[in-house]
């Protein structure tokens, strides 16, 4: 899986946990600066992409997936 | 408000004085195990006309509907275009179980994923002060905010309580009333198990029967309710439409059983006698009341009890209607429903029926505007609100003149 395969599968689920339109979400894009979410949602974000990978994100990692770019690469490194 | 005719008065209070019922199939789940198949759903009522997409799925049903309901209030008074100082802006919207979808929804996810599982926004859908403090947040209500949890009467008991905090001085303007979205399979076979609901499925509409000797129960619905009550100063110096005045409150408590409303009558007797004695009437000038009316047979014949007990000769003058006859019992909600149903039947002097009461319970011998509506101009309105636990509130209300 590169990077743009999951960009585009990321996209809808993050749109869809902050009830924002997908074209508002960009590679870059900070999830709390950006994208407008509190921890709360964050932790929504990260809940659902791991039922998607089938992935178990431990808290501290989590803590550090702040923007759609880290939890692409996360996402990329920890799925087999 | 939101309720099972139709979202905001406009729609809602001619379709009450037409008679019409709000109660039919459940449809948002099967109910082929379930003894009870009917309840008054909000089908016309899309939170996105309301709420920011964004914020729905942070919030259960019941808030929702709350949130609907406080932005009409809001923007039925004008508030929009004079804002109240936030400070002394308060809101008290109570319920009588919460967010019970979203329990149900999570315990399930709980049980089937594990705890890691369950979401983030379980406890804050969940939790029943979500209603005022959603509604706060939209509207910038900064003073006085809580949620009575006191069962059925929960709406009533919210608007009666900030009624005192305005008489009190400590707040201007607050929106109150009530929140239920208990439409679930949980809360329906809670309340079937209980044999408090009607099981006239095959008859939907003619099922919730208020004061009928046919009655078998009550019908479940959801919905909310709130008014917008303000010191009446600070009403006229903005000329805000004002559609009648708040001048009493009582409460009381059966202490008597969880369930079943004391036979003696005396909770609901010294109930309204508390709010006529606040407001300083005679109970003669009590012309109207929008009773609790559940169609259940213990309410309807212990609440006709107290209204013959309390105003003696005087009850068969007054007329009482049961909004329940046609949009079912919204439990948390029903008494912010009534208060803005009464405050409206002040102002217009018109008073809808009844309906399905063909055959008078003989215990229920009182004038419950059977069947149509009637044109009255009545001067004191008093709306009845009794919830499990025995808790009872009064409130009374004048016509504005």
Redesign the interface.
């Known amino acids: 899986m590169n990077e743009k395969d999951i960009f585009e599968k990321v996209k809808p689920v993050i749109a869809d946990k902050l009830g924002i339109g997908e074209d508002e979400i960009k590679m870059e894009s900070h999830f709390i600066n950006d994208l407008g979410a509190d921890s709360l949602g964050l932790v929504d974000i990260t809940m659902a992409l791991e039922e998607e990978y089938g992935l178990e994100i431990p808290d501290e990692e989590a803590s550090k997936l702040l923007s759609v770019s880290a939890m692409v690469e996360y996402i990329k490194a920890n799925v087999k | 408000m939101v309720t099972p005719l139709g979202v905001g008065k406009e729609k809602v209070f001619p379709l009450l004085l037409k008679g019409s019922s709000g109660i039919g199939p459940i449809s948002c789940f099967d109910t082929t195990e379930y003894s009870v198949k009917i309840a008054g759903e909000c089908k016309d009522f899309d939170a996105k006309d309301f709420i ?7 919030m259960d049903r019941f808030c929702h509907m709350a949130l609907a309901s406080a932005v009409q209030a809001f923007e039925d008074s004008s508030l929009d275009k004079h804002p109240p100082q936030s400070e002394r802006f308060g809101i008290i919207i109570g319920t009588g179980i919460g967010g019970i979808k979203s329990f149900s929804d999570e315990i399930a996810n709980l049980l089937e994923k594990g705890p ?2 369950v ?3 379980f406890i ?1 859908r969940m939790i029943g002060n979500m209603a005022s403090a959603q509604s706060a947040i939209l509207l910038k209500a900064k003073g006085y905010t809580s949620d009575p949890c006191s069962a059925c009467a929960s709406g009533t008991n919210a608007i009666g309580e900030a009624f005192r905090r305005i008489q009190m001085g400590y707040e201007d303007v607050f929106i109150a009333g009530g929140a239920e979205a208990c439409i679930v399979p949980i809360a329906l076979a809670g309340f079937s198990v209980m044999k408090a609901l009607s099981k006239r499925n095959d008859e939907p509409q003619k099922a919730s029967r208020p004061f009928d000797a046919e009655r078998d129960g009550f019908v479940m619905a959801e919905g909310a309710g709130v008014v917008v009550l303000e010191e009446w100063d600070h009403a006229i110096r903005r000329s805000a439409p004002i559609i009648a005045e708040m001048v009493g409150y009582g409460a009381s408590c059966d202490a008597y059983h969880i369930t079943l409303p004391d036979p003696s009558a005396e909770g609901a007797f010294s109930c309204m006698k508390n709010a006529i004695e606040d407001a300083g009437i005679a109970p003669q000038e009590v012309d109207y009341i929008n009773a609790h009316g559940t169609s259940t047979k213990a309410n309807d014949a212990t609440e006709s009890a107290a209204i013959k007990k309390y105003f003696g000769e005087h009850a068969s003058q007054i007329s009482i209607h049961s909004t329940k006859s046609m949009m079912g019992h919204l439990l948390g909600a029903a008494g912010g429903v009534e208060a803005a149903i009464m405050a409206l039947t002040l102002q217009s002097a018109k008073i809808h029926p009844t309906i399905n009461l063909c055959n008078p319970d003989p215990e229920c011998d009182l004038n419950y505007t059977p069947h149509l509506m009637i044109e009255r101009q009545v001067n004191y309105g008093l709306s009845n609100s009794f919830g499990f636990g025995g808790h009872n509130y009064s409130i009374l209300m004048k016509r504005a003149t």
């Open positions: 920011n997409p964004r914020e729905i799925s942070r890691s599982r979401s983030p926004f804050p």
